[in-house]
Nanobody, 122 residues
Framework: QVQLVESGGGLVQAGGSLRLSCAAS????????TAWFRQAPGKDREFVAT????????YYADSAKGRFTISRDNAKNTVYLQMNSLKPEDTAVYYC???????????????WGQGTQVTVSS
């Protein structure tokens, strides 16, 4: 069992940066792939980025490539999402997720955080 708590969201102007953190408690964090998803009002939850258990493999949505970086520190049981060059269309609730395998779909993840709001003003 893993419990996930996101932090680091907030209000930022377009072109700015934010770093989201997802702190895990429980056991076995390093045995799980982790990912970030987001959900904007009135839209489905969408994949943003995922990282393998060791951190050696990462995958990004096209919308995140070149602007966002996912990383993890297994010693601190934490996964991060560095977001640069933010756009108003990045506005959403961002969720951290953990699962057995690295996936781009939400169905592949067993554990979810409560989300953190990111708002990008134009």
């Amino acid at each position: 069992q893993v419990q996930l708590v996101e932090s680091g969201g907030g209000l930022v102007q377009a072109g700015g940066s934010l770093r989201l953190s997802c702190a895990a408690s429980g056991t076995g964090f390093s045995t799980y792939a982790t990912a970030w998803f987001r959900q904007a009002p009135g839209k489905d939850r969408e994949f943003v980025a995922t990282i393998s258990r060791s951190g050696g493999a990462t995958y990004y949505a096209d919308s995140a490539k070149g602007r966002f970086t996912i990383s993890r520190d297994n010693a601190k049981n934490t996964v991060y999402l560095q977001m640069n060059s933010l756009k108003p269309e990045d506005t959403a609730v961002y969720y951290c997720a953990a699962g057995v395998g690295i996936r781009r779909t939400s169905a592949g993840y067993d554990y979810w955080g409560q989300g953190t709001q990111v708002t990008v003003s134009s």
